[in-house]
Protein backbone atom coordinates (compact mmCIF):
# COMPACT_ATOMS: atom_id res chain seq x y z
CA UNK A 1 0.00 0.00 0.00
CA UNK A 2 1.47 2.80 -0.86
CA UNK A 3 1.26 6.61 0.78
CA UNK A 4 1.00 9.57 -0.39
CA UNK A 5 2.55 12.94 0.96
CA UNK A 6 0.48 15.67 1.05
CA UNK A 7 2.59 19.35 0.78
CA UNK A 8 0.64 21.92 2.89
CA UNK A 9 0.68 24.67 0.83
CA UNK A 10 2.22 28.38 2.52
CA UNK A 11 -0.37 30.27 3.94
CA UNK A 12 -2.48 32.98 2.00
CA UNK A 13 -1.63 36.54 3.38
CA UNK A 14 -5.07 36.70 4.22
CA UNK A 15 -6.56 39.79 5.96
CA UNK A 16 -3.41 42.09 5.17
CA UNK A 17 -3.77 45.42 3.08
CA UNK A 18 -1.79 45.57 -0.08
CA UNK A 19 0.53 48.35 1.51
CA UNK A 20 1.31 45.97 4.42
CA UNK A 21 2.41 43.21 1.72
CA UNK A 22 4.66 45.57 -0.14
CA UNK A 23 6.49 46.51 2.94
CA UNK A 24 6.68 42.64 4.25
CA UNK A 25 8.45 42.07 0.62
CA UNK A 26 10.68 45.03 0.87
CA UNK A 27 11.88 44.26 4.21
CA UNK A 28 12.80 40.80 2.71
CA UNK A 29 14.30 42.51 -0.26
CA UNK A 30 18.19 42.79 2.15
CA UNK A 31 19.94 44.71 -0.65
CA UNK A 32 17.00 47.23 -0.87
CA UNK A 33 16.85 47.79 2.96
CA UNK A 34 20.52 48.46 2.89
CA UNK A 35 20.07 51.14 0.39
CA UNK A 36 17.24 52.62 2.50
CA UNK A 37 19.73 52.95 5.64
CA UNK A 38 22.09 54.70 3.55
CA UNK A 39 19.80 57.31 1.94
CA UNK A 40 18.57 58.21 5.02
CA UNK A 41 21.80 58.21 6.57
CA UNK A 42 23.13 60.68 3.94
CA UNK A 43 19.31 62.28 4.24
CA UNK A 44 20.28 63.03 7.85
CA UNK A 45 23.64 63.88 7.60
CA UNK A 46 22.23 66.80 4.84
CA UNK A 47 20.10 67.78 7.43
CA UNK A 48 22.17 68.28 9.98
CA UNK A 49 25.35 69.36 7.89
CA UNK A 50 25.40 72.99 9.93
CA UNK A 51 25.85 71.14 13.20
CA UNK A 52 27.79 67.98 12.21
CA UNK A 53 30.28 69.56 9.24
CA UNK A 54 33.53 70.14 11.92
CA UNK A 55 34.51 73.07 9.72
CA UNK A 56 33.55 75.76 7.45
CA UNK A 57 32.92 74.87 3.95
CA UNK A 58 33.86 78.00 2.26
CA UNK A 59 36.79 79.10 5.06
CA UNK A 60 40.04 79.34 3.02
CA UNK A 61 43.36 78.57 4.92
CA UNK A 62 46.68 79.33 3.08
CA UNK A 63 48.59 77.09 5.57
CA UNK A 64 46.90 74.10 5.03
CA UNK A 65 46.65 73.44 1.29
CA UNK A 66 46.45 69.99 0.00
CA UNK A 67 47.05 68.52 3.30
CA UNK A 68 46.35 64.93 3.51
CA UNK A 69 43.89 63.18 5.81
CA UNK A 70 44.81 63.92 9.43
CA UNK A 71 43.35 63.88 12.93
CA UNK A 72 42.33 67.17 12.24
CA UNK A 73 40.92 66.85 8.51
CA UNK A 74 39.81 63.11 8.08
CA UNK A 75 39.40 63.63 4.31
CA UNK A 76 42.16 66.13 3.61
CA UNK A 77 42.40 69.43 2.63
CA UNK A 78 41.39 70.91 -0.95
CA UNK A 79 43.66 73.56 -2.91
CA UNK A 80 42.30 76.11 -0.76
CA UNK A 81 42.86 74.76 2.02
CA UNK A 82 39.40 73.98 2.86
CA UNK A 83 38.24 71.00 5.09
CA UNK A 84 36.74 68.21 2.41
CA UNK A 85 35.12 66.83 5.00
CA UNK A 86 32.91 69.46 5.62
CA UNK A 87 32.51 70.44 1.68
CA UNK A 88 31.34 67.04 1.34
CA UNK A 89 28.62 67.06 4.09
CA UNK A 90 27.15 70.73 2.98
CA UNK A 91 27.75 68.99 -0.68
CA UNK A 92 25.31 66.86 -0.27
CA UNK A 93 22.66 68.86 0.34
CA UNK A 94 23.26 69.93 -3.03
CA UNK A 95 23.41 66.49 -4.73
CA UNK A 96 20.43 65.08 -3.06
CA UNK A 97 18.14 68.71 -3.37
CA UNK A 98 18.94 68.01 -6.71
CA UNK A 99 17.91 64.74 -7.45
CA UNK A 100 14.52 65.16 -5.39
CA UNK A 101 13.69 67.98 -6.57
CA UNK A 102 14.39 67.86 -10.26
CA UNK A 103 12.31 64.46 -10.07
CA UNK A 104 9.51 66.00 -8.43
CA UNK A 105 9.86 68.36 -11.15
CA UNK A 106 9.78 66.01 -13.55
CA UNK A 107 6.90 63.92 -12.36
CA UNK A 108 4.69 67.57 -11.81
CA UNK A 109 5.22 68.06 -15.66
CA UNK A 110 4.68 64.45 -16.91
CA UNK A 111 2.31 62.63 -15.03
CA UNK A 112 -0.78 65.37 -16.46
CA UNK A 113 0.43 65.57 -19.92
CA UNK A 114 0.84 61.88 -19.87
CA UNK A 115 -2.51 61.59 -18.39
CA UNK A 116 -3.43 64.27 -20.94
CA UNK A 117 -2.09 61.82 -24.20
CA UNK A 118 -3.84 58.25 -22.88
CA UNK A 119 -7.03 59.62 -22.03
CA UNK A 120 -7.59 62.18 -24.86
CA UNK A 121 -6.28 60.29 -27.79
CA UNK A 122 -6.30 61.67 -31.62
CA UNK A 123 -3.65 64.43 -32.60
CA UNK A 124 -3.78 65.28 -28.92
CA UNK A 125 -2.03 62.02 -27.92
CA UNK A 126 0.03 61.62 -31.38
CA UNK A 127 1.31 65.37 -30.64
CA UNK A 128 2.49 64.71 -27.27
CA UNK A 129 3.88 61.50 -28.44
CA UNK A 130 6.30 62.63 -30.80
CA UNK A 131 7.59 65.17 -28.97
CA UNK A 132 7.92 62.63 -25.88
CA UNK A 133 10.19 60.63 -28.63
CA UNK A 134 12.11 63.91 -30.37
CA UNK A 135 13.47 64.60 -26.70
CA UNK A 136 13.51 60.54 -25.82
CA UNK A 137 16.15 60.23 -29.08
CA UNK A 138 18.55 62.79 -27.60
CA UNK A 139 21.06 60.88 -24.67
CA UNK A 140 19.61 62.38 -21.11
CA UNK A 141 22.87 64.01 -20.59
CA UNK A 142 23.81 66.21 -23.75
CA UNK A 143 20.32 67.49 -23.62
CA UNK A 144 20.53 68.30 -20.16
CA UNK A 145 23.66 70.43 -20.86
CA UNK A 146 22.28 72.41 -23.64
CA UNK A 147 19.05 73.11 -21.63
CA UNK A 148 21.65 74.15 -18.35
CA UNK A 149 23.73 76.16 -20.85
CA UNK A 150 21.02 77.73 -22.30
CA UNK A 151 19.87 78.79 -18.70
CA UNK A 152 22.68 80.26 -17.46
CA UNK A 153 25.32 78.24 -14.88
CA UNK A 154 23.31 78.24 -11.25
CA UNK A 155 22.30 75.00 -9.50
CA UNK A 156 18.47 76.33 -9.82
CA UNK A 157 18.95 76.41 -13.59
CA UNK A 158 20.60 72.74 -13.72
CA UNK A 159 17.50 71.33 -11.40
CA UNK A 160 15.00 73.13 -13.98
CA UNK A 161 17.22 71.77 -16.93
CA UNK A 162 17.22 68.00 -15.21
CA UNK A 163 13.55 68.32 -14.58
CA UNK A 164 12.68 69.09 -18.13
CA UNK A 165 14.79 66.32 -19.40
CA UNK A 166 13.65 63.46 -17.41
CA UNK A 167 9.87 64.60 -17.86
CA UNK A 168 9.76 62.83 -21.19
CA UNK A 169 9.85 59.08 -18.92
CA UNK A 170 7.30 59.76 -17.06
CA UNK A 171 4.81 61.15 -19.79
CA UNK A 172 5.32 57.61 -21.51
CA UNK A 173 4.59 55.66 -18.73
CA UNK A 174 1.82 57.97 -16.99
CA UNK A 175 0.61 57.49 -21.09
CA UNK A 176 0.68 53.69 -21.24
CA UNK A 177 -1.00 53.28 -18.22
CA UNK A 178 -3.70 55.89 -18.75
CA UNK A 179 -4.00 53.68 -21.93
CA UNK A 180 -4.83 50.80 -20.00
CA UNK A 181 -7.02 51.98 -17.66
CA UNK A 182 -9.59 53.76 -20.21
CA UNK A 183 -10.58 50.22 -21.54
CA UNK A 184 -11.78 48.85 -17.85
CA UNK A 185 -15.00 48.90 -16.82
CA UNK A 186 -14.61 51.15 -13.65
CA UNK A 187 -13.35 53.71 -15.94
CA UNK A 188 -15.94 53.16 -18.80
CA UNK A 189 -18.65 53.35 -15.82
CA UNK A 190 -17.23 56.62 -14.45
CA UNK A 191 -17.41 58.39 -18.11
CA UNK A 192 -21.17 57.52 -18.28
CA UNK A 193 -21.93 58.79 -15.60
CA UNK A 194 -20.71 62.04 -16.50
CA UNK A 195 -17.59 62.13 -14.43
CA UNK A 196 -15.11 65.51 -16.01
CA UNK A 197 -12.28 64.36 -17.91
CA UNK A 198 -10.00 66.07 -15.40
CA UNK A 199 -11.80 64.10 -12.72
CA UNK A 200 -11.19 60.96 -14.83
CA UNK A 201 -7.80 61.36 -14.72
CA UNK A 202 -7.12 62.14 -11.30
CA UNK A 203 -9.58 60.30 -9.54
CA UNK A 204 -9.73 57.23 -11.13
CA UNK A 205 -6.70 56.41 -13.58
CA UNK A 206 -3.43 58.59 -11.17
CA UNK A 207 -4.38 56.50 -7.80
CA UNK A 208 -3.51 52.76 -9.74
CA UNK A 209 -0.78 54.02 -11.68
CA UNK A 210 1.09 55.15 -8.22
CA UNK A 211 3.52 52.13 -8.02
CA UNK A 212 5.04 52.14 -11.16
CA UNK A 213 5.16 56.22 -10.90
CA UNK A 214 7.19 56.20 -7.28
CA UNK A 215 9.50 52.94 -8.38
CA UNK A 216 10.50 55.27 -12.22
CA UNK A 217 10.86 58.22 -9.24
CA UNK A 218 13.10 56.14 -7.14
CA UNK A 219 15.37 54.94 -10.04
CA UNK A 220 15.57 58.38 -11.87
CA UNK A 221 16.73 60.47 -8.51
CA UNK A 222 19.65 58.48 -9.14
CA UNK A 223 19.94 59.45 -12.81
CA UNK A 224 19.53 63.33 -11.57
CA UNK A 225 22.31 63.29 -9.27
CA UNK A 226 24.46 61.83 -11.80
CA UNK A 227 23.56 64.82 -13.62
CA UNK A 228 23.82 67.27 -11.41
CA UNK A 229 27.43 66.08 -10.77
CA UNK A 230 28.36 66.43 -14.51
CA UNK A 231 26.61 69.67 -14.75
CA UNK A 232 28.62 70.89 -11.85
CA UNK A 233 31.61 69.30 -13.28
CA UNK A 234 31.40 71.35 -16.09
CA UNK A 235 30.66 74.78 -14.26
CA UNK A 236 26.87 74.43 -15.44
CA UNK A 237 25.51 73.96 -11.82
CA UNK A 238 26.34 74.44 -8.37
CA UNK A 239 29.01 77.98 -8.29
CA UNK A 240 31.62 77.62 -6.35
CA UNK A 241 32.64 78.45 -3.89
CA UNK A 242 29.38 76.91 -2.90
CA UNK A 243 30.33 72.81 -2.21
CA UNK A 244 29.26 70.18 -4.64
CA UNK A 245 30.19 66.64 -5.11
CA UNK A 246 30.37 67.58 -8.88
CA UNK A 247 32.61 70.87 -8.33
CA UNK A 248 34.54 69.20 -6.29
CA UNK A 249 35.72 66.26 -8.81
CA UNK A 250 36.02 69.31 -11.48
CA UNK A 251 38.83 71.10 -8.71
CA UNK A 252 40.18 67.71 -8.32
CA UNK A 253 40.88 66.66 -11.43
CA UNK A 254 44.01 69.29 -11.71
CA UNK A 255 45.80 67.27 -8.36
CA UNK A 256 44.63 63.66 -8.97
CA UNK A 257 48.85 62.79 -8.92
CA UNK A 258 49.52 64.65 -5.77
CA UNK A 259 46.46 64.85 -4.18
CA UNK A 260 43.88 61.79 -4.93
CA UNK A 261 42.32 62.09 -1.82
CA UNK A 262 40.69 65.39 -3.29
CA UNK A 263 39.07 62.65 -5.64
CA UNK A 264 38.63 59.89 -3.86
CA UNK A 265 35.85 61.60 -1.49
CA UNK A 266 33.34 63.12 -3.45
CA UNK A 267 33.58 60.15 -6.03
CA UNK A 268 32.76 57.31 -3.43
CA UNK A 269 29.68 59.83 -1.81
CA UNK A 270 28.31 59.67 -5.66
CA UNK A 271 29.07 56.02 -6.34
CA UNK A 272 27.32 55.02 -2.91
CA UNK A 273 24.10 56.91 -3.28
CA UNK A 274 23.86 56.29 -6.88
CA UNK A 275 23.94 52.97 -5.79
CA UNK A 276 21.92 53.12 -2.62
CA UNK A 277 18.99 54.89 -4.64
CA UNK A 278 19.34 51.56 -7.50
CA UNK A 279 18.81 49.38 -4.87
CA UNK A 280 15.53 50.86 -3.51
CA UNK A 281 14.37 51.00 -6.99
CA UNK A 282 14.78 47.70 -7.17
CA UNK A 283 13.29 46.69 -3.90
CA UNK A 284 10.52 49.19 -4.55
CA UNK A 285 9.86 47.21 -7.99
CA UNK A 286 9.52 43.60 -6.40
CA UNK A 287 7.74 44.73 -3.58
CA UNK A 288 4.52 47.00 -5.53
CA UNK A 289 4.43 44.15 -8.51
CA UNK A 290 1.26 42.36 -7.40
CA UNK A 291 2.66 39.36 -9.16
CA UNK A 292 5.72 39.21 -6.88
CA UNK A 293 5.99 36.12 -3.89
CA UNK A 294 8.64 36.35 -1.81
CA UNK A 295 7.53 33.48 0.74
Known sequence: MSTTVATKAPPLERGQS????????????????????????????????????????????????????????????????????????????????????????????????????????????????????????????????????????????AMIAIAITASPVFVRLSRGMALDAKSTDWVEASRALGNPPWRIAFVHVLPNIIPPLLVQSTLAIAEAIIAEASLSFLGLGQQPPAPSWGSMLNSAQRFLDGAPWLAIAPGAAIFVVVLAFNLVGDGLRDALDPRADRR
Not at 42 to 62: E, R, V
Not at 108 to 137: E, N, Q
Open 18 to 157: PARRAVRRFLRHKLAVAGLVVVLSFILIAALAPWIAPYDPIATSWTNIRKPPSALHWFGTDENGRDVLSRLIWGARASLMAGVISVLGAVLIGVPIGLLAGLAGGWVDATISRIADAMLSVPFLILAIALAAFLGPALEN
